[in-house]
């Protein structure tokens, strides 16, 4: 069986789902193919594991895809402030969603949520189709379009394909797109916990001996807590049972969590930085975690990824109604311009955060201090580091700067 589509994405996760929403959206005829469909949503079901802290930007795009609503209608919380201390320096920064003259810095969600959002936003679009459960299998390239085979018997012909299907991506493996990554010395340690304090409307991080610790605000009085420690502590910790494991947590994190009355989930992550060679060739983009990974540290991940949606999506609107070709590879070029030089400048950063901040002796804590009680002291520097935290600032897509679709 052969059909037709103007775009094919691979990968229906929270990059892909969006960037389906604001092509069909747009008048493309886009098709969709994913392995898992995500678990419908219900107010009793736990919290998962794995969150994102969605910044205003990005709630633009959702905004722009009519999505946003949908995560609203289920679970998020806004955080208005964040802050950030050393624990053998005493510096220390707060950045106040006030300060910006904006209502919040951004919302934790979870994960499925945020896709789960994205499916329902599309399901009134007649111009996208699901392809789920389903894989790509094998891929061609043609002059004019390309033509993809899935496992499901289906052979999908379109101009364009994109590839949204995560760190690990198949078609960017079948395009023969090569990567520059190295692993971190670290590994993330996560937990969701209740706590003894109300849900709170603030996310922290704080610079340790042994490594950095945050806490990110959950519905009610729950918190998600990250611990960022050597591989081989990490797996010492997680092999630790549930009260042993918990009475470590109320001893190693600070009283700012508010107190812990119980352990719901832990797991760990590596963490990897990936950056694709090229994000683009004729006929096919990438997008995502497909085209880059980044060190967790300040919640980045899935904003770069919903930046990529919106870029591409700008690019592909204008490029459709100028009687262009969406998938030649000069038109596919201005997305990577547009967005490599952003991705690496915030991958660059956090690297340097990652170096700086790591347990150390000399000097070099007196002088992670000075730098955070110079950006709490100097509003227009700490403004600056807010408005980028949030995505305010940079060459934004339209559809991030004005909540809606060019």
Same mark, same amino acid.
């Given at each position: 069986?052969?059909?037709?589509?103007?775009?094919?994405?691979?990968?229906?996760?929270?990059?892909?789902?969006?960037?389906?929403?604001?092509?069909?959206?747009?008048?493309?005829?886009?098709?969709?193919?994913?392995?898992?469909?995500?678990e419908p949503f219900a107010p009793e079901q736990p919290l998962d594991l794995r969150v994102s802290a969605v910044s205003l930007a990005s709630q633009a795009l959702l905004e722009a895809v009519d999505a946003w609503p949908q995560v609203l209608a289920m679970r998020a919380v806004p955080f208005r402030?964040?802050?950030?201390?050393?624990?053998?320096?005493f510096g220390e920064t707060v950045f106040d969603s006030r300060d910006i003259g904006e209502p919040a810095l951004g919302h934790i969600v979870e994960n499925r949520i945020l896709q789960l959002a994205l499916w329902r936003a599309a399901e009134g679009l007649a111009s996208v189709r699901w392809h789920c459960p389903a894989r790509l299998e094998a891929l061609a390239i043609e002059e004019h379009g390309v033509r993809a085979r899935l496992n499901n018997g289906i052979t999908v012909q379109a101009r364009l394909v994109v590839?949204?299907?995560?760190?690990?991506?198949?078609?960017?493996? !079948? #395009?023969?797109?090569?990567?520059?990554?190295?692993?971190?010395? +670290?590994? &993330? $340690?996560?937990?969701?916990?209740?706590?003894?304090?109300?849900?709170?409307?603030i996310t922290?991080?704080?610079?340790?001996?042994?490594?950095?610790?945050?806490?990110?605000?959950?519905?009610?009085?729950?918190?998600?807590?990250?611990?960022?420690?050597?591989?081989d502590e990490v797996a010492r910790l997680k092999a630790l049972d549930d009260d042993t494991f918990l009475e470590m947590?109320?001893?190693?994190?600070?009283?700012?969590?508010?107190g812990v009355e119980r352990l719901l989930e832990r797991g760990s992550f590596r963490l990897t930085r990936r950056h694709a060679q090229t994000y683009c060739k004729p006929r096919l983009a990438l997008a995502g975690d497909a085209a880059h990974t980044i060190h967790p !540290? #300040?919640?980045q991940g899935v904003n770069l990824g919903f930046m990529d +949606?919106? &870029? $591409?999506?700008?690019?592909?609107?204008?490029?459709?109604?100028?009687?262009?070709d969406i998938g030649a590879l000069h038109v596919l070029q201005r997305y990577e311009r547009w967005r490599r030089g952003e991705n690496l400048l915030m991958q660059t950063a956090m690297d340097v955060f990652h170096h700086a901040f790591k347990p150390a002796r000399g000097p070099l804590p007196w002088l992670r201090g000075l730098a955070l009680h110079a950006a709490n002291d100097l509003p227009p520097l700490r403004r600056l580091l807010t408005r980028r935290a949030t995505g305010r600032?940079?060459?934004l897509p339209w559809p991030a700067r004005s909540g809606r679709l060019p």
């Amino acid at each position: 069986m052969e059909q037709h589509a103007d775009v094919l994405i691979i990968g229906g996760g929270m990059v892909g789902a969006a960037l389906a929403c604001a092509l069909g959206r747009s008048g493309f005829e886009v098709h969709v193919v994913e392995a898992q469909a995500p678990e419908p949503f219900a107010p009793e079901q736990p919290l998962d594991l794995r969150v994102s802290a969605v910044s205003l930007a990005s709630q633009a795009l959702l905004e722009a895809v009519d999505a946003w609503p949908q995560v609203l209608a289920m679970r998020a919380v806004p955080f208005r402030r964040m802050r950030v201390w050393d624990q053998r320096s005493f510096g220390e920064t707060v950045f106040d969603s006030r300060d910006i003259g904006e209502p919040a810095l951004g919302h934790i969600v979870e994960n499925r949520i945020l896709q789960l959002a994205l499916w329902r936003a599309a399901e009134g679009l007649a111009s996208v189709r699901w392809h789920c459960p389903a894989r790509l299998e094998a891929l061609a390239i043609e002059e004019h379009g390309v033509r993809a085979r899935l496992n499901n018997g289906i052979t999908v012909q379109a101009r364009l394909v994109v590839g949204a299907d995560g760190a690990h991506s198949r078609l960017r493996e !079948l #395009a023969h797109i090569g990567l520059t990554s190295w692993d971190y010395d +670290v590994e &993330a $340690l996560v937990a969701t916990v209740r706590t003894r304090a109300p849900q709170q409307d603030i996310t922290w991080q704080r610079f340790t001996p042994s490594g950095p610790q945050a806490l990110l605000p959950l519905p009610g009085p729950h918190a998600s807590l990250v611990w960022y420690l050597p591989p081989d502590e990490v797996a010492r910790l997680k092999a630790l049972d549930d009260d042993t494991f918990l009475e470590m947590l109320r001893r190693a994190f600070p009283r700012e969590l508010g107190g812990v009355e119980r352990l719901l989930e832990r797991g760990s992550f590596r963490l990897t930085r990936r950056h694709a060679q090229t994000y683009c060739k004729p006929r096919l983009a990438l997008a995502g975690d497909a085209a880059h990974t980044i060190h967790p !540290l #300040a919640g980045q991940g899935v904003n770069l990824g919903f930046m990529d +949606v919106a &870029a $591409l999506a700008e690019v592909l609107i204008k490029a459709r109604d100028a009687n262009e070709d969406i998938g030649a590879l000069h038109v596919l070029q201005r997305y990577e311009r547009w967005r490599r030089g952003e991705n690496l400048l915030m991958q660059t950063a956090m690297d340097v955060f990652h170096h700086a901040f790591k347990p150390a002796r000399g000097p070099l804590p007196w002088l992670r201090g000075l730098a955070l009680h110079a950006a709490n002291d100097l509003p227009p520097l700490r403004r600056l580091l807010t408005r980028r935290a949030t995505g305010r600032a940079g060459d934004l897509p339209w559809p991030a700067r004005s909540g809606r679709l060019p």
